[in-house]
């Protein structure tokens, strides 16, 4: 059983633009992705469907196997709270909270014991490397930082499968080294499964599979033969 | 998420804007204090009059002469209506006519000073019964006699005075005996009340009672009363009472007809009740204008909480993103408006009572000592009321528009 399988995925806004035009494929529990493609192609609405942020308008999305038109938005919410992990090209921390507040976000909507949940999030916020700055405030920190906090957010519940938006979209490639660095070792030694949207090529082919996606299509799947550490060849 | 984690998520939106959550709270702070201060003062003027009013015994009935006033101009009326006369009295002395009355007397008020080897003073002078005073009032003679019913048959002229009179007229001696002038006519003090203050309608310490048999024919001249004051056996007899008096007076004035009526009766419930009724369509009404002021604060809530949505688009995103149900969002964004305007609730309270307390402070120094400082704990319990109905009323659509954003929209605001 695949962890996402897309079967002829369609989206069309309300306006009438179709963002997608019948997109399949499958990720499998631990893979690493990398869906590519120009600005306009649509590879941030499937990330948006992937993440039940949006509802797809025809064909069949299954995650774990269930189709999720059956679910309502509540037990989408839940979902997501539970197995997804979001980390976003603008970081998306909440300014005047602290490192650690930030991180323990998630598990507010979750049924996560309150005694518990500051131990999960200093686990995952170590995971990331920055327990020394649990008590800053997110608006104090670098651009870097900030992405591995929200990096630590993602993990926090951990989730089945962590979607990343042009993780380092924002940052230097000092910054943005890490952040693959990270995103890698998560994958390898973690098992998490990771599906990462990027337009740049030398940070998809981090990833074990690339999907190219262009005018609402999938272009190709093809497995990434040379595939780049993060640690030395990410350049930018 | 539990409501212990929504207060505090909650809490931490209103902390990042601090001056601007005060200022909009400030509204409801006005609405909530001056509620307090009208309820206070309210139930302040009600306990002082009633107080004033439960002197006079449940079982005390008052007649008065004239139509019942509805209005305030008709109350010149009753002062010189002149339909209550001595065969009154007697009829309603008569236990045929009235059973269960124990005890009439007619009262007259004199306009006028008394003098004492050219001291003078302005008493209330009043034509009535010691007796009957003493019993109604429970105040009684300390030194000397009161006049007896012989005295007020024969038009005897002595008189009973207060404390104060006393004081006034006579200063540190002895006062029995003496004669004073009402009006150029002697009257002899044979007895003093003691020191008092007020009592009932009466403050005993400026009376000076004489027998209402001189009071209407030497000191007034004229051949009727001010008022009857009725005495019955027991509360419980009262309606009873009344309808026995009605029927008397009306027959001695030949009377068919309710509405030709040229007297009227009050009784002590029916004043209460009165009293009641005034003050609290007053109270009402005030409360009323002042609910203005809620309703204004409580825009004011909506509006800013209105811009506080829009401007946190981002985070309702985010917080969808992670895992927030739409309810977790209306939860979140409600229990700030109710918080803030319950706040606001719990600070009015705490300055109306400060105020209706300054405010008895002042009442007491230039009005009355009798007014004592009432802090109704329903006024408490209506101020907390309100003010957090006025958040839930004026949060509930803001934190629905926040509740509904789609989280990508959301997250792609700028």
């Known amino acids: 059983m695949a962890l996402i399988e897309l079967e002829n995925v369609e989206k069309?806004?309300?306006?009438?633009?179709?963002?997608?035009?019948?997109?399949?494929?499958?990720?499998?529990?631990?893979?690493?992705?990398?869906?590519?493609?120009?600005?306009?192609?649509?590879?941030?609405?499937?990330?948006?469907?992937?993440g039940f942020l949006d509802r797809h308008t025809k064909g069949t999305y299954r995650f774990e196997g269930k189709t999720i038109d059956d679910y309502s938005d509540e037990e989408l919410a839940h979902i997501r709270n539970q197995k997804m992990g979001f980390v976003f090209q603008a970081f998306n921390l909440l300014p005047r909270a602290t490192v650690l507040e930030?991180?323990?976000?998630?598990?507010?909507?979750?049924?996560?014991?309150?005694?518990?949940?500051?131990?999960?999030?200093?686990?995952?916020?170590?995971?990331?490397?920055?327990?020394?700055?649990?008590?800053?405030?997110?608006?104090?920190?670098?651009?870097?930082?900030?992405?591995?906090?929200?990096?630590?957010?993602?993990?926090?519940?951990?989730?089945?499968?962590?979607?990343?938006?042009?993780?380092?979209?924002?940052?230097?490639?000092?910054?943005?080294?890490?952040?693959?660095e990270i995103l890698e070792d998560l994958n390898e030694k973690h098992g998490h499964t990771i599906l990462l949207i990027t337009h740049e090529t030398y940070t998809a082919e981090t990833a074990k599979r690339i999907v190219h996606i262009l005018d609402g299509k999938v272009e190709g799947d093809n497995g990434v033969n040379q595939r780049r550490r993060a640690h030395d060849s990410f350049v930018k | 998420m539990t409501l212990q984690d929504s207060i505090t998520t909650a809490l931490k939106?209103?902390?990042?804007?601090?001056?601007?959550?005060?200022?909009?709270?400030?509204?409801?702070?006005?609405?909530?204090?001056?509620?307090?201060?009208?309820?206070?003062?309210?139930?302040?003027?009600?306990?002082?009059?009633?107080?004033?009013?439960?002197?006079?015994?449940?079982?005390?009935?008052?007649?008065?002469?004239?139509?019942?006033?509805?209005?305030?101009?008709?109350?010149?009326?009753?002062?010189?209506?002149?339909?209550?006369?001595?065969r009154d009295v007697e009829a309603l002395s008569r236990k045929e006519n009235a059973p269960h009355i124990v005890e009439?007397?007619?009262?007259?008020?004199?306009?006028?000073?008394?003098?004492?080897?050219?001291?003078?003073y302005q008493p209330s002078i009043i034509g009535g019964s010691v007796d009957f005073f003493s019993e109604a009032f429970q105040v009684y003679v300390q030194d000397g006699v009161t006049f007896d019913d012989a005295d007020i048959r024969q038009n005897a002229n002595v008189a009973v005075i207060g404390a104060k009179v006393k004081e006034e007229l006579f200063g540190l001696s002895d006062a029995l005996?003496?004669?004073?002038?009402?009006?150029?006519?002697?009257?002899?003090?044979?007895?003093?009340?003691?020191?008092?203050?007020?009592?009932?309608?009466?403050?005993?310490?400026?009376?000076?009672?004489?027998?209402?048999?001189?009071?209407?024919?030497?000191?007034?001249?004229?051949?009727?009363?001010?008022?009857?004051?009725?005495?019955?056996?027991?509360?419980?007899?009262?309606?009873?009472?009344?309808?026995?008096?009605?029927?008397?007076?009306?027959?001695?004035?030949?009377?068919a007809d309710p509405k030709d009526d040229d007297f009227f009766v009050v009784t002590q419930q029916a004043l209460v009740e009165q009293v009641q009724v005034i003050i609290g369509a007053l109270t009402l009404f005030l409360s009323s204008v002042v609910a203005i002021a809620l309703v204004v604060g409580g825009i004011g809530v909506m509006n800013i909480m209105l811009v506080s949505v829009t401007e946190r688009t981002r985070e309702i995103g985010l917080r969808k993103a992670l895992g927030a149900t739409q309810k977790d969002i209306l939860l979140q964004f409600l229990l700030e408006a109710i918080i803030l305007t319950g706040i606001g609730g719990v600070i009015g309270i705490t300055i109306g009572g400060v105020l209706a307390f300054g405010a008895s402070l002042i009442v007491q120094a230039t009005f009355s000592s009798d007014w004592t400082f009432v802090f109704p704990i329903s006024a408490v319990v209506l101020g907390v009321g309100v003010s957090t109905a006025v958040g839930f009323v004026f949060g509930i659509y803001p934190a629905r528009q926040a509740s509904k954003k789609s989280p990508i929209e959301a997250l792609r605001y700028e």
């Not at chain 1, 930082?145 to 979607?163: C, G, M, S, T, W």
């Not at chain 2, 007397?105 to 050219?118: A, F, I, K």
């Open chain 2, 177 to 255: 005996g003496q004669n004073i002038a009402i009006k150029n006519r002697k009257f002899r003090v044979v007895g003093v009340f003691p020191k008092k203050g007020q009592v009932g309608f009466f403050n005993f310490d400026e009376l000076v009672i004489v027998p209402y048999t001189t009071a209407q024919l030497y000191l007034l001249g004229i051949d009727y009363y001010h008022e009857i004051i009725v005495k019955a056996e027991s509360p419980g007899v009262v309606p009873r009472t009344v309808n026995d008096i009605e029927a008397t007076l009306r027959e001695t004035h030949n009377i």
């Open chain 1, 102 to 180: 930030n991180v323990m976000l998630p598990l507010l909507y979750s049924s996560t014991r309150p005694s518990l949940r500051e131990q999960m999030a200093k686990e995952a916020i170590e995971a990331v490397g920055l327990s020394h700055r649990l008590g800053h405030l997110s608006s104090e920190l670098s651009g870097g930082e900030k992405q591995r906090v929200a990096i630590a957010r993602a993990l926090v519940n951990k989730p089945e499968v962590i979607f990343a938006d042009e993780p380092t979209g924002n940052l230097d490639s000092a910054s943005g080294k890490i952040i693959m």
């Open chain 2, 13 to 86: 939106g209103l902390q990042a804007t601090k001056s601007r959550s005060a200022l909009t709270v400030l509204g409801i702070v006005i609405g909530i204090s001056a509620i307090i201060l009208m309820m206070a003062l309210g139930s302040g003027a009600e306990s002082l009059i009633l107080n004033q009013i439960g002197g006079l015994g449940a079982e005390t009935i008052v007649i008065r002469p004239g139509k019942e006033p509805s209005g305030p101009s008709d109350f010149g009326s009753t002062l010189f209506a002149n339909s209550l006369k001595n």
């Open chain 1, 12 to 50: 069309t806004y309300d306006d009438g633009t179709q963002a997608l035009r019948g997109i399949s494929f499958r990720i499998e529990k631990g893979d690493f992705v990398a869906i590519m493609g120009p600005s306009g192609s649509g590879k941030s609405t499937v990330l948006h469907i992937l």
């Open chain 2, 104 to 120: 009439v007397m007619p009262t007259l008020v004199v306009p006028g000073s008394v003098s004492y080897e050219g001291e003078t």
